[in-house]
């Protein structure tokens, strides 16, 4: 069983800079045989794909509302993944999630097999 953390999330000026963490909890052995993800919400909203990073982070993949400004990283001896969030939009406000995939680097949904509960982010503008 894989259970994720994230934190980081807050309240931001437009234009400022977040950095969410994703870390495995004790429970969890690894993260470093999954591909992971980065997600958002709004409510009323699906969930959409924001970013993710292989298992061995050679790869990573962005959707095109971020590109150029977040940056996904892992960290392996500390079995966390990271979203670096810059130049942050309003239209960014959203809970973030971080998820795990077994088998692929996807950007869809039913790709991923774990989640984590989600942080909170708000851009004011």
């Known amino acids: 069983q894989v259970q994720l953390v994230e934190s980081g999330g807050g309240l931001v000026q437009a234009g400022g800079s977040l950095r969410l963490s994703c870390a495995a909890s004790?429970?969890?052995?690894?993260?470093?045989?999954?591909?992971m993800g980065w997600f958002r919400q709004t409510p009323g909203k699906e969930r959409e794909f924001v970013a993710a990073?292989?298992?061995?982070?050679?790869?990573?993949y962005y959707a095109d509302y971020v590109k150029g400004r977040f940056t996904i990283s892992r960290e392996y001896a500390k079995n966390t993944v990271y979203l670096q969030m810059n130049s942050l939009k309003a239209e960014d406000t959203a809970v973030y999630y971080c998820?795990?995939?077994?088998?692929?680097?996807?950007?869809?949904?039913?790709?991923?097999?774990?989640w984590g509960q989600g942080t909170q982010v708000t851009v004011s503008s």
């Open positions: 998820a795990a995939d077994i088998y692929g680097l996807g950007s869809s949904v039913n790709e991923y097999d774990y």
């Open positions: 004790e429970h969890t052995y690894t993260l470093n045989t999954y591909s």
């Open positions: 990073i292989s298992w061995s982070g050679a790869s990573t």
